[in-house]
């Protein structure tokens, strides 16, 4: 009882905080810049009022950019109560390699950390697409990250053959150590759900703490829909999911 009861208070927490933040949204974020590598990467980030440290998230836009939804979702998460960094990891390239896009985690780390807002202690990490598979990939290589949130990833992206992406998330499994949350949709046809059953039994069989979520019928990328949150029953859930999850594990 004592290991559901947490989890449980955190969902209801989430699902009230959403049905709130969807009448007033009080928090609005600002475009940030996130020096790494001697490059300045245009990101967005937003802060809940109040005074004290607040738990953290990092956030990695899909493959599509950083579109108004990931804006609207990181205002969210900041009323919300997490201070909420999404990083405009395309800012130079569509496609940089793995060791650009964990430095520049890495930087939006200390950046967080040099916030007097921030409990460096308690952050969390998700992803959407190309930023789910970000997330299977660095949550086990970035240890400050102490949760994880990965969208419609791609667990077996990457490999021997690409020199910008030379091993996938999926190789990384026994370096896993931090609980990690997985939401997928069955239709989704860019990252099989197949895939993502394989990945979670090497999960299982490797005894790494891990939850899979799972929408019937829903594509890829299914929290957005034209670039804005999608206003669907999925979408809503699975944010609620998500917020519950970081409560859970950050709090």
Not at 223 to 247: C, H, N, P, V, W
């Amino acid at each position: 009882m004592s290991n559901t009861t947490p989890i449980k208070r955190s969902l209801t927490t989430a699902a009230f905080v959403l049905a709130s933040l969807s009448l007033a949204q009080t928090t609005k974020g600002a475009d940030v810049d996130v020096t790494s590598g001697g490059k300045v990467y245009k990101s967005y980030l937003a802060a809940p009022s109040g005074e004290g440290k607040k738990p953290a998230v990092v956030l990695l836009h899909s493959f599509n950019g950083m579109e108004q939804g990931y804006k609207d979702l990181v205002d969210e998460m900041a009323n919300a109560g997490y201070v909420t960094l999404a990083l405009g990891w395309q800012t130079f390239e569509k496609q940089p390699s793995d060791a650009v896009v964990q430095a520049l985690v890495a930087d939006g780390l200390k950046q967080l950390e040099g916030r007097a807002d921030v409990d460096i202690n308690r952050v969390g990490l998700t992803g959407f697409c190309a930023g789910g598979r970000y997330t299977m990939l660095l949550l086990p290589q970035i240890k400050q990250f102490k949760a994880g949130v990965a969208w419609y990833g791609f667990p077996n992206g990457g490999g021997a053959d690409s020199a910008t992406q030379p091993k996938p998330p999926a190789d990384f499994i026994g370096q896993l150590s931090t609980p990690m949350m997985i939401i997928h949709g069955t239709k989704d046809q860019a990252s099989s759900i197949a895939s993502i059953y394989e990945y979670a039994n090497k999960l299982d069989t490797a005894g790494k703490n891990f939850k899979l979520d799972v929408y019937q019928g829903e594509p890829h990328g299914f929290l957005l829909s034209e670039g804005k949150i999608a206003d669907t029953f999925a979408s809503r859930d699975a944010r609620q999911a998500m917020l519950a999850y970081f409560g859970a594990n950050l709090n």
